[in-house]
Protein backbone atom coordinates (compact mmCIF):
# COMPACT_ATOMS: atom_id res chain seq x y z
CA UNK A 1 0.00 0.00 0.00
CA UNK A 2 0.80 3.40 -0.45
CA UNK A 3 -1.19 5.53 1.64
CA UNK A 4 -1.77 9.38 1.57
CA UNK A 5 -0.91 11.04 4.87
CA UNK A 6 -2.70 14.03 5.88
CA UNK A 7 -5.15 16.22 8.78
CA UNK A 8 -8.58 15.76 8.62
CA UNK A 9 -11.20 18.63 7.67
CA UNK A 10 -13.12 20.35 11.07
CA UNK A 11 -16.00 18.05 10.19
CA UNK A 12 -14.15 14.83 9.50
CA UNK A 13 -11.61 15.08 12.53
CA UNK A 14 -12.45 12.75 15.51
CA UNK A 15 -15.13 14.75 17.91
CA UNK A 16 -13.23 16.61 20.86
CA UNK A 17 -10.30 16.41 19.25
CA UNK A 18 -7.70 19.50 18.66
CA UNK A 19 -7.02 17.92 15.11
CA UNK A 20 -6.70 14.22 13.53
CA UNK A 21 -3.82 13.11 11.14
CA UNK A 22 -4.46 10.07 8.79
CA UNK A 23 -3.54 7.68 6.58
CA UNK A 24 -5.82 7.44 3.61
CA UNK A 25 -5.36 4.58 0.64
CA UNK A 26 -6.57 4.29 -2.58
CA UNK A 27 -7.58 0.38 -3.40
CA UNK A 28 -8.27 -1.24 -6.90
CA UNK A 29 -12.06 -0.69 -7.26
CA UNK A 30 -11.13 2.71 -6.81
CA UNK A 31 -12.58 3.61 -3.55
CA UNK A 32 -10.90 5.16 -0.05
CA UNK A 33 -9.92 3.85 2.83
CA UNK A 34 -8.58 4.68 6.08
CA UNK A 35 -6.15 2.61 6.96
CA UNK A 36 -5.31 4.80 10.48
CA UNK A 37 -5.73 7.61 12.32
CA UNK A 38 -3.95 9.50 14.66
CA UNK A 39 -5.78 12.09 17.32
CA UNK A 40 -4.18 15.31 18.98
CA UNK A 41 -6.90 15.46 22.06
CA UNK A 42 -5.10 18.33 23.95
CA UNK A 43 -6.75 19.04 27.34
CA UNK A 44 -10.48 18.19 26.03
CA UNK A 45 -10.50 15.20 27.50
CA UNK A 46 -8.47 15.13 30.58
CA UNK A 47 -10.62 17.87 31.61
CA UNK A 48 -13.74 16.17 31.36
CA UNK A 49 -12.18 12.78 33.21
CA UNK A 50 -10.52 14.82 35.84
CA UNK A 51 -7.12 13.61 34.64
CA UNK A 52 -4.38 15.48 35.75
CA UNK A 53 -0.61 15.34 36.68
CA UNK A 54 1.97 17.50 38.94
CA UNK A 55 4.34 19.48 36.99
CA UNK A 56 7.89 20.27 38.13
CA UNK A 57 6.58 23.60 39.49
CA UNK A 58 4.73 21.59 42.19
CA UNK A 59 1.25 22.31 40.91
CA UNK A 60 -1.49 19.78 39.30
CA UNK A 61 -2.10 20.58 35.37
CA UNK A 62 -4.29 19.37 32.52
CA UNK A 63 -2.86 15.87 30.77
CA UNK A 64 -2.47 16.36 27.40
CA UNK A 65 -3.40 13.89 25.81
CA UNK A 66 -3.04 11.75 22.36
CA UNK A 67 -4.84 8.48 20.59
CA UNK A 68 -3.44 6.77 17.85
CA UNK A 69 -5.23 3.77 15.66
CA UNK A 70 -3.94 1.40 13.07
CA UNK A 71 -7.08 -0.91 12.65
CA UNK A 72 -7.46 -4.12 11.28
CA UNK A 73 -8.45 -2.98 8.28
CA UNK A 74 -5.26 -2.46 7.28
CA UNK A 75 -4.93 -6.20 6.06
CA UNK A 76 -8.12 -5.98 4.08
CA UNK A 77 -6.48 -2.88 2.06
CA UNK A 78 -2.80 -4.61 1.99
CA UNK A 79 -4.31 -8.22 0.74
CA UNK A 80 -6.95 -5.96 -1.88
CA UNK A 81 -3.61 -3.90 -2.70
CA UNK A 82 -1.59 -6.52 -3.80
CA UNK A 83 -3.51 -9.58 -3.86
CA UNK A 84 -3.77 -11.61 -7.91
CA UNK A 85 -5.58 -14.25 -9.52
CA UNK A 86 -3.78 -16.85 -7.21
CA UNK A 87 -4.07 -15.78 -3.94
CA UNK A 88 -2.21 -13.29 -1.27
CA UNK A 89 0.94 -11.49 -2.04
CA UNK A 90 3.24 -10.51 1.22
CA UNK A 91 5.12 -7.85 0.80
CA UNK A 92 8.33 -9.40 2.56
CA UNK A 93 8.55 -6.95 4.91
CA UNK A 94 5.64 -8.31 7.26
CA UNK A 95 4.79 -11.75 5.42
CA UNK A 96 4.66 -13.88 8.21
CA UNK A 97 7.27 -16.57 6.53
CA UNK A 98 9.56 -14.84 3.93
CA UNK A 99 11.04 -18.47 2.26
CA UNK A 100 9.38 -21.71 1.84
CA UNK A 101 11.45 -24.47 1.15
CA UNK A 102 10.13 -27.14 -0.83
CA UNK A 103 12.47 -30.59 -1.13
CA UNK A 104 11.88 -32.54 -4.58
CA UNK A 105 11.61 -35.87 -2.82
CA UNK A 106 12.54 -38.94 -5.13
CA UNK A 107 15.35 -40.89 -6.72
CA UNK A 108 16.51 -42.32 -3.62
CA UNK A 109 18.12 -39.28 -2.26
CA UNK A 110 15.53 -37.57 0.22
CA UNK A 111 17.50 -37.98 3.29
CA UNK A 112 20.47 -35.80 1.32
CA UNK A 113 18.07 -32.88 0.32
CA UNK A 114 16.63 -33.11 3.35
CA UNK A 115 20.06 -32.43 5.10
CA UNK A 116 20.57 -29.98 2.64
CA UNK A 117 17.27 -28.41 2.93
CA UNK A 118 17.83 -28.33 7.22
CA UNK A 119 21.66 -26.98 6.21
CA UNK A 120 20.25 -24.30 4.01
CA UNK A 121 17.48 -23.13 6.85
CA UNK A 122 20.30 -22.60 9.29
CA UNK A 123 22.26 -20.50 6.43
CA UNK A 124 19.13 -18.14 6.06
CA UNK A 125 19.07 -17.80 9.90
CA UNK A 126 17.43 -14.06 10.77
CA UNK A 127 14.95 -14.55 7.59
CA UNK A 128 11.34 -16.08 8.57
CA UNK A 129 11.80 -19.33 6.72
CA UNK A 130 10.04 -22.77 6.82
CA UNK A 131 10.32 -26.19 5.11
CA UNK A 132 7.48 -27.95 3.64
CA UNK A 133 7.13 -31.30 5.34
CA UNK A 134 4.31 -32.13 3.90
CA UNK A 135 3.18 -34.96 1.48
CA UNK A 136 2.02 -33.06 -1.21
CA UNK A 137 3.42 -33.23 -4.90
CA UNK A 138 5.47 -30.59 -6.04
CA UNK A 139 2.62 -28.70 -8.11
CA UNK A 140 0.02 -28.82 -5.30
CA UNK A 141 3.14 -27.24 -3.01
CA UNK A 142 3.96 -24.72 -5.26
CA UNK A 143 0.06 -23.64 -5.83
CA UNK A 144 -0.46 -23.96 -2.09
CA UNK A 145 2.15 -21.72 -1.22
CA UNK A 146 2.01 -19.03 -3.76
CA UNK A 147 -1.63 -18.87 -2.47
CA UNK A 148 -0.16 -18.09 1.05
CA UNK A 149 1.51 -15.29 -0.47
CA UNK A 150 5.18 -16.17 0.73
CA UNK A 151 7.46 -13.85 -1.31
CA UNK A 152 10.28 -16.70 -2.43
CA UNK A 153 10.25 -20.48 -3.22
CA UNK A 154 13.23 -22.49 -3.13
CA UNK A 155 13.15 -25.57 -4.82
CA UNK A 156 15.21 -28.45 -3.67
CA UNK A 157 15.20 -32.07 -5.62
CA UNK A 158 17.65 -34.66 -7.01
CA UNK A 159 18.80 -32.61 -10.26
CA UNK A 160 19.38 -29.68 -7.96
CA UNK A 161 21.81 -31.82 -5.66
CA UNK A 162 23.73 -32.82 -8.58
CA UNK A 163 24.01 -29.24 -10.69
CA UNK A 164 25.23 -27.97 -7.01
CA UNK A 165 22.59 -25.78 -6.87
CA UNK A 166 19.21 -24.52 -6.38
CA UNK A 167 16.21 -23.06 -7.87
CA UNK A 168 14.10 -19.97 -6.58
CA UNK A 169 10.62 -18.74 -7.60
CA UNK A 170 9.53 -15.07 -7.07
CA UNK A 171 5.80 -15.00 -6.09
CA UNK A 172 5.04 -11.35 -7.31
CA UNK A 173 7.07 -11.81 -10.92
CA UNK A 174 6.87 -15.60 -11.43
CA UNK A 175 10.32 -15.34 -12.55
CA UNK A 176 12.33 -18.45 -11.50
CA UNK A 177 16.37 -18.64 -11.12
CA UNK A 178 19.01 -20.86 -10.13
CA UNK A 179 22.05 -20.23 -7.26
CA UNK A 180 24.87 -22.42 -6.93
CA UNK A 181 24.52 -23.67 -3.33
CA UNK A 182 27.18 -21.83 -1.81
CA UNK A 183 25.56 -18.91 -2.84
CA UNK A 184 25.91 -15.80 -0.51
CA UNK A 185 22.76 -15.32 2.09
CA UNK A 186 22.42 -11.53 1.24
CA UNK A 187 21.48 -12.53 -2.13
CA UNK A 188 18.09 -13.77 -0.84
CA UNK A 189 17.78 -10.49 1.05
CA UNK A 190 18.71 -8.74 -2.18
CA UNK A 191 15.45 -10.21 -3.96
CA UNK A 192 13.30 -9.75 -0.70
CA UNK A 193 13.99 -6.09 -1.00
CA UNK A 194 13.39 -5.68 -4.95
CA UNK A 195 9.88 -7.61 -4.28
CA UNK A 196 9.83 -5.44 -1.64
CA UNK A 197 10.39 -2.32 -3.73
CA UNK A 198 8.28 -3.58 -6.40
CA UNK A 199 4.89 -3.92 -4.69
CA UNK A 200 5.39 -0.47 -2.85
CA UNK A 201 6.30 0.89 -6.68
CA UNK A 202 2.78 -0.89 -7.66
CA UNK A 203 1.22 0.89 -5.15
CA UNK A 204 2.22 4.24 -5.56
CA UNK A 205 1.67 4.44 -9.16
CA UNK A 206 -2.53 3.27 -8.61
CA UNK A 207 -2.50 6.60 -6.44
CA UNK A 208 -1.11 8.67 -9.16
CA UNK A 209 -3.16 6.69 -11.90
CA UNK A 210 -6.16 7.05 -9.67
CA UNK A 211 -6.19 10.86 -8.21
CA UNK A 212 -7.68 13.29 -10.77
CA UNK A 213 -7.48 17.33 -10.93
CA UNK A 214 -10.72 19.04 -11.02
CA UNK A 215 -11.37 22.65 -11.03
CA UNK A 216 -14.89 23.15 -11.14
CA UNK A 217 -17.60 21.39 -9.89
CA UNK A 218 -18.59 19.86 -13.21
CA UNK A 219 -15.69 18.13 -13.39
CA UNK A 220 -15.96 17.13 -9.95
CA UNK A 221 -19.62 15.54 -10.13
CA UNK A 222 -18.19 13.65 -13.82
CA UNK A 223 -15.21 12.61 -11.86
CA UNK A 224 -16.66 11.03 -9.00
CA UNK A 225 -19.37 9.31 -10.91
CA UNK A 226 -16.37 7.08 -12.51
CA UNK A 227 -13.92 4.71 -11.10
CA UNK A 228 -11.33 7.17 -10.35
CA UNK A 229 -10.04 7.32 -6.89
CA UNK A 230 -8.77 10.63 -5.58
CA UNK A 231 -10.51 14.36 -6.69
CA UNK A 232 -7.37 16.58 -6.10
CA UNK A 233 -9.32 20.39 -5.57
CA UNK A 234 -9.70 23.49 -3.60
CA UNK A 235 -12.29 23.67 -0.37
CA UNK A 236 -13.50 26.52 1.30
CA UNK A 237 -13.08 24.77 4.71
CA UNK A 238 -16.75 25.15 5.65
CA UNK A 239 -18.56 22.33 7.00
CA UNK A 240 -21.73 23.18 5.57
CA UNK A 241 -20.27 23.06 1.95
CA UNK A 242 -18.59 19.87 2.94
CA UNK A 243 -21.54 18.21 3.75
CA UNK A 244 -23.18 19.46 0.61
CA UNK A 245 -20.66 17.75 -1.37
CA UNK A 246 -21.13 14.78 1.09
CA UNK A 247 -25.40 14.32 0.42
CA UNK A 248 -25.25 15.46 -3.69
CA UNK A 249 -22.29 13.28 -4.51
CA UNK A 250 -21.45 10.79 -1.67
CA UNK A 251 -18.28 11.61 -1.58
CA UNK A 252 -16.27 12.99 1.43
CA UNK A 253 -12.99 14.76 2.23
CA UNK A 254 -10.35 12.19 3.15
CA UNK A 255 -7.87 14.88 4.03
CA UNK A 256 -5.71 17.99 3.48
CA UNK A 257 -2.25 16.04 2.30
CA UNK A 258 1.13 16.73 4.40
CA UNK A 259 3.52 17.44 1.63
CA UNK A 260 1.21 19.43 -1.08
CA UNK A 261 2.58 22.81 -2.84
CA UNK A 262 1.00 26.16 -1.04
CA UNK A 263 -1.46 27.25 -3.41
CA UNK A 264 -4.59 29.25 -3.27
CA UNK A 265 -7.97 28.53 -5.44
CA UNK A 266 -11.22 28.75 -5.12
CA UNK A 267 -13.54 26.27 -3.67
CA UNK A 268 -15.11 23.96 -6.10
CA UNK A 269 -18.37 23.85 -4.67
CA UNK A 270 -19.21 27.41 -3.91
CA UNK A 271 -16.33 29.05 -5.46
CA UNK A 272 -15.34 30.51 -2.06
CA UNK A 273 -11.30 31.23 -1.48
CA UNK A 274 -9.62 28.15 -0.28
CA UNK A 275 -9.79 27.35 3.71
CA UNK A 276 -6.72 25.22 3.45
CA UNK A 277 -3.94 27.11 1.40
CA UNK A 278 -3.48 23.93 -1.08
CA UNK A 279 -5.64 21.20 -2.55
CA UNK A 280 -7.36 18.60 -0.62
CA UNK A 281 -8.52 15.10 -1.39
CA UNK A 282 -11.87 13.81 -1.89
CA UNK A 283 -13.10 10.22 -2.70
CA UNK A 284 -15.82 7.76 -1.95
CA UNK A 285 -14.80 5.58 0.30
CA UNK A 286 -15.51 1.97 2.45
Known amino acids: MAPVIGKKSEKGKFAG ?55 WRVLGAMIMTHGDAKGLVFPPEIAPVQVIIIPIRGDGKDNEIMETVESLKTKLEGLRVKIDKTEMRPGAAFNYYE ?25 VTGERETLPVGFPTTEI ?37 G ?12 RICEQEIQDKTRATLRCIPFGYEKTEGVCVKCGKPSGYGQKVLFAKAY
Open 17 to 71: AFYTTTGEVILPGGKALQVCTSHNLGTNFSKAFKIRFLGIDGKLHWAYQTSWGLS
Open 147 to 171: AKGIPLRIEIGARDMQNQQITIANR
Open 189 to 225: QKRLDSIQSLLLNRAQDLVKKNTQDVSNWGEFKKGIS
Open 227 to 238: SVGFLSTYHCGG
